[in-house]
């Protein structure tokens, strides 16, 4: 995390309580990296992230340079979270010159983005149109967007996706707020779903003209059967192959858990000494990350899938248990809970609407959309040991 720092005031943003540097120093930075690329296997995922990134910029492009000097061979790739207000030519240079992924926050039409932030709409549609018009295919390959929803967002929703599709966006993705949502109630969820069947609808269509599915969330694998294995955990940030690094030079199994970002439910308090990992300069910090998965068992947060429940019922005779994602922070943000089964209404509906859409989606484009994401998966693989042999031969 670069910065403690944000250009914007988001209202559903996470961090509500930065109690962190204005950005990371360079030796906190450095070791993180170092951390990062001590760690096993072949392949290796680097986000940079804030606050605002942006705000410091020379501090990225050192980041970056350390990080594919000292790769040796490794496959690091990178990515760059951003509100994109402030991502200008000279920026989108460096990052098409080292291959990032831009993970674009921006939750859609005028109406929504005016709404967490206003006059950034105008700022971000300017954007899209230079990256379309400059950058090609950098924007088609490497720009994602990011919409982050609220219940407050939910009538723009379809006309948000229709928006971004018109912009040639070929990577949308949608994903309900972590924090409470007030604003849910009775009717909303019916609302939630008369949106996303016009995004069906307009993702059917741009399928059969394009062979495209922009919109993530229809454009994964085949969903799975609720009566087969779920996994162990409701997140994979406890299985101890990844951490954040906040800019105190603190490590967290996630972000979300860290008393210096934001303030810590009393339910969340025993989550966060576990998902606490230390100074990042502290030789211990990577026999803590190997223990973190045996920590977590203990927390029923982050366990039991079947167990947990809403008001729409109970996750064990939900069709759906095996594909949806609950985040354990959301569980620990409804306001007065003391029970780690009790999952927010808001994520439960939407999980339930969005993977309903998919399922339709999936019998709609038949085994022909299913061959080609397998041949997709085949062509990456096959790719990516490429790389891997190449580097190794380097």
């Known amino acids: 995390m670069l910065s403690g720092r944000c250009n914007l005031s988001c209202s559903y943003c996470y961090q509500d309580c930065r109690q962190v540097r ?31 990134p942006l705000l410091e910029q020379a501090l990225l492009r050192r980041a970056v340079n350390y990080a594919e000097q000292h790769k040796g061979c490794r496959n690091v790739s990178f990515t ?24 674009l926050s921006f939750d859609g039409v005028s109406a929504v983005q005016d709404l967490r932030s206003p006059g950034t709409f105008a700022v971000l549609d300017r954007l899209l149109d230079l990256l379309r018009r400059e950058y090609p295919t950098y924007f088609r390959e490497r720009v994602h967007v990011s919409m982050t929803l609220r219940a407050s967002a939910i009538p723009h929703l379809a006309e948000s996706v229709r928006y971004f599709i018109s912009k040639g ?7 309900p707020r972590s924090t409470w949502e007030p604003d849910w109630g009775a009717g909303i969820r019916d609302k939630l779903q008369a949106q996303f069947a016009e995004i069906l609808d307009l993702s059917l269509d741009h399928w059969h003209r394009n062979r495209e599915v922009p919109v993530e969330f229809l454009a994964g694998a085949p969903l799975r059967s609720h009566k087969g294995p779920i996994g162990e955990f409701l997140c994979d940030s406890v ?29 969340a308090s025993d989550a966060s000494r576990v998902m606490a990992l230390g100074d990042v300069n502290d030789p211990a910090l990577r026999d803590r990350l190997r223990r973190l998965p045996r920590r977590a068992r203990g927390l029923r947060m982050f366990t039991n899938k ?63 959309r299913s061959a080609a994401w397998h041949a997709e998966v085949r062509q990456a693989l096959q790719g990516l040991g490429e790389a891997v042999k190449a580097a190794g031969r380097g």
């Open 239 to 267: 299985r101890g192959e990844a951490m954040a690094v906040d800019p105190n030079g603190q490590a967290w199994a996630c972000p979300l858990f860290a008393p210096s970002l934001r303030e810590i439910p009393a339910l």
């Open 80 to 103: 760059l979270t951003t509100n994109g207000t402030l991502l200008k030519r000279e920026l989108i240079d460096f990052l098409m010159e080292h291959d990032f992924t831009t993970r």
């Open 22 to 52: 204005a950005s990371i120093s360079w030796s906190s930075a450095q070791a993180a990296l170092d951390a990062a690329l001590g760690m096993g296997g072949d392949v290796l995922d680097m986000e940079f992230s804030g606050g605002e």
């Open 169 to 175: 966006v070929a990577t949308i993705g949608i994903g």
């Open 306 to 368: 079947r167990a947990k429940y809403s008001s729409y019922g109970k996750c064990a005779d939900c069709r759906f248990i095996a594909d949806c994602h609950v985040c354990p922070a959301s569980i620990c943000s409804v306001p007065g809970n003391k029970d780690p089964g009790r999952v927010p209404d808001f994520i439960c509906a939407f999980n339930q609407v969005t993977l309903a859409a998919r399922e339709r989606f999936d019998a709609m484009t038949g085994g022909m």
